[in-house]
């Protein structure tokens, strides 16, 4: 039974064991009866010992051990290593573990019920993009071909029937002391392999040797002195190509014998392992490859990102790498369905792909996220030249099923080894300066520096303080008059947010799109409108009409499907008449995404008798059509407009056209930020409705004032 402390890492081990069994890897190994066994396994966190993450069902073939008996025990395997195997078997695993690099080990496999022995070869892959130092072993029974070797030894002929019906080419080799060889006793499996009769090769070895790929020779002949050197067995994986043309993989394993004279002599085996190959290329694919676009994974690329980062650092010059993120991607799924944006997803990659040159690294490592590494760059200038290109290509429209689409893009940019020293701190740093390119508008680039990191880790504090905040009710409600632009007489309120941290003021210009960004708008809008209806109530028990109460809301409000409904309900719990509350939307959030919710939404609010305003108007994009549709009751004149009214002739002809077309649609109009008598003035010459702005008072949060206020405007 686990003991409590065990408990943990045998859930750990399961559900590693879970994931690893359901990859594209494992199901082409497992689903392919295979004659080897396939194994991974790991370094456990609890002891450090090696655990079996999963075996394939081939292992009662080889082991003599059921999956179900081994479990993730590797010791049930290695009691079954013959003893005089056990020494050598730990000195190349050793070896290859201080070295990361691949293994292989020929050993005996002991029998549990006949006693007989098997000899295999196992061959171990590491597994860097996993954690847990993990390795991909095949182990593969090849006791036929051993013992061939054997029976070679007892009987010529026996050898020569046995060696024919085996797979590859059997053949003795020996190196001669004076450095010639020779190939002699040869099976016919030679024409599989090299498409030549034995007597052929054992008369001229040269062709088969012409075939190897050049790059493989050297080592080759390194591997050979080195078993003759050393007596130990030869094994040795090697490329070549036929006269037929066809590319092969072959895998040789000798064992040596000296002899008398100084020669030494191989009892030797060759076979095709092309298709073993392709195996485990098709696993290495599918464990650093996006599967949608074919691009390199997360895993690949920081392998990759890795050892260019290196080279800069050993070289002394810099790399860049770019995060990229379509703008809006999220509209194709939304509109025309997930294979549509698949289809458009792997348009970008070979787009990206070709505006970049071949040593440069492209991956995708999210939903719509790409990154491009340039190992090598001269200068800011050859990035900007990147960037421009990789804008203009990804910015072509992409045609299918009869639509057009197309997509900006917005970059992070950093340098290395400037911007960091580590692929998790580049990447990190990226994603800031690509949040920055977002915050800016999109479809524009933004270098990263240290100024933008200390702007996201205060915007972190911000975020967290704001949750605190909103969940303690610590925020406050500031009022500002809104007045009849004739008279001056006393209309309503604007409810504006109000946060002090610390002793500190923030920016509603800096926590209300830190709230829309972090989720918290919903809960946030919540918290004042409630605020905002509490200190009306208060206000009109005092005796003097407060107006209407203009609060604003934002778009993750008017997307709930319920915000109607919590709006009267909450109506009702203080007492105020729908018709007394007035909600201000901006014309991004009336024509933006989820537009036909929010336009649903909006005529279920005025139903029940609320007011609706459309504030910064002028700033959008608001056609009549969009006025007509949403049915807004007022529209409110940006302060931008007003600022330079009677001096500059284009804000004027502005004004006058949205009073005028307000008027023909049977709205009001509010102007914002009027400030001195002459601006009040040319609202009154053009018949303005309201107007808004330190002129008539400033926004305050003290119930003390506006009561002062109220009765004073009573009174006038």
């Known amino acids: 039974m686990a003991t409590t402390s065990a408990k943990p890492e045998l859930d750990r081990r399961n559900a590693a064991r ?44 080889v082991w003599g051990l059921s999956r179900a008996q081994i479990g993730d025990n590797l010791r049930q395997l290695w009691t079954r290593i013959h003893p005089d195997d056990v020494s050598h078997l730990n000195d190349r695993l050793r070896a290859a573990e201080r070295g990361n690099h691949e293994w292989t080990a020929t050993f005996r496999i002991r029998g549990s019920v006949n006693g007989r022995e098997k000899w295999a070869v196992a061959r171990g892959l590491p597994r860097p993009d996993l954690p847990g130092d993990a390795w991909n072993i095949t182990v593969t029974d090849i006791t036929a071909q051993i013992q061939a070797y054997a029976d070679l030894q007892a009987s010529e002929a026996r050898f020569r029937a046995l060696a024919e019906n085996i797979p590859g080419a059997v053949f003795r080799y020996r190196l001669r002391v004076d450095g010639t060889h020779q190939i002699f006793d040869m099976t016919p499996g030679s024409i599989a392999i090299w498409e030549l009769p034995a007597e052929e090769i054992q008369n001229d070895p040269t062709p088969i040797w012409q075939m190897i790929h050049p790059e493989d020779v050297p080592p080759m002949l390194e591997s050979i002195d080195e078993s003759a050197r050393t007596l130990q067995p030869w094994h040795y994986m090697w490329r070549l190509t036929t006269p037929s043309g066809q590319f092969k993989w072959l895998e040789g394993r000798g064992l040596p014998r000296r002899e008398e004279n100084g020669d030494t002599v191989w009892h030797s085996v060759i076979i095709d392992v092309t298709t073993q190959r392709k195996k485990d290329e098709e696993i ?10 074919g691009l390199a994974n997360r895993s690949l690329l920081r392998r990759r990102l890795d050892e260019a980062l290196r080279q800069r650092l050993a070289d002394g ?17 939304d509109t025309l369905g997930h294979d549509a944006g698949d289809i458009f997803l792997r348009a970008t990659a070979e787009r990206l ?30 990035i900007l030249a990147t960037v421009g290109r990789i804008a203009a290509r990804l910015g072509d429209e992409v045609h299918m099923e009869g639509h057009a689409l197309s997509s900006s893009v917005s970059m992070g940019i950093v340098l290395f080894p400037r911007d ?6 580049l990447l990190k740093h990226a994603d ?56 001056s007489n006393h209309r309503g309120f604007e409810a504006l947010a109000r946060w002090t941290l610390d002793g500190q003021p923030i920016s509603p210009a800096e926590f209300i799109p830190l709230a829309e960004e972090t989720g918290l708008a919903v809960p946030l809008g919540k918290v004042l409108m409630a605020r905002a209806l509490r200190l009306a109530v208060r206000l009109a028990a005092t005796g003097i009409d407060p107006g209407t109460i203009s609060v604003n809301v934002s778009a993750a409000q008017l997307r709930e499907p319920d915000f109607a409904a919590t709006v009267a309900a909450m109506l009702a719990e203080h007492g105020l008449p729908p018709e007394r509350l007035e909600i201000e939307v901006t014309e991004t959030v009336i024509f933006g995404r989820s537009a036909e919710r929010i336009a649903l939404t909006l005529r279920e609010l005025r139903k029940l008798g609320i007011r609706i305003a459309l504030d910064d108007f002028g700033t959008g994009y608001a056609s009549l059509a969009h006025l007509k549709r949403i049915q807004v009751d007022r529209l409110k004149i940006d302060q931008s407009f007003m600022r330079d009214v009677e001096t500059d002739a284009e804000d004027a002809v502005i004004v006058r056209a949205v009073i005028g077309l307000a008027k023909a649609l049977g ?16 609202l009154r ?13 400033r926004p305050t949060t003290s119930e003390t004032d506006l009561v002062s206020y109220l009765n004073a405007a009573e009174h006038e």
């Open 18 to 61: 879970a994931r690893a069994l359901d990859t594209p890897a494992a199901r082409l190994i497992l689903a392919n009866p295979l004659p080897f066994v396939v194994m991974r396994v790991s370094r456990s966190s609890s002891d450090d010992r090696y655990r079996i993450d999963y075996i394939s069902e081939s292992c009662q073939a």
């Open 284 to 293: 290495r694919r599918l464990a650093e490859r996006d599967e949608l676009t």
């Open 317 to 333: 010059g810099r790399g860049a790498l770019i995060l990229l993120d379509l703008d809006h991607f999220k509209d194709i799924n």
């Open 353 to 382: 792909t070709e505006s970049l040159c071949h040593q440069d690294i492209v991956a995708r490592i999210g939903g719509d996220e790409f990154v491009a590494v340039l190992p090598q760059v001269a200068d800011e200038e050859a």
């Open 420 to 425: 960091g020293q580590t692929p998790n701190t």
């Open 432 to 487: 800031i300066a690509l949040f920055e390119a977002k915050a800016a508008g999109r479809q524009t680039h933004v270098f990263f520096s240290p100024a933008l990191r200390e702007t996201r880790e205060r915007r972190h504090r911000l975020a967290e303080a704001l949750r605190t905040a909103i969940a303690a009710d610590a925020l406050s409600i500031a009022f500002q008059p809104i007045v009849a632009a004739g008279s």
């Open 667 to 682: 709205m009001d109009v509010v102007a914002e930020g009027i400030e001195t008598h002459e601006q009040l003035a040319f």
């Open 685 to 697: 010459r053009h018949g303005c409705d309201l107007a808004q702005g330190y002129l008539f008072g």
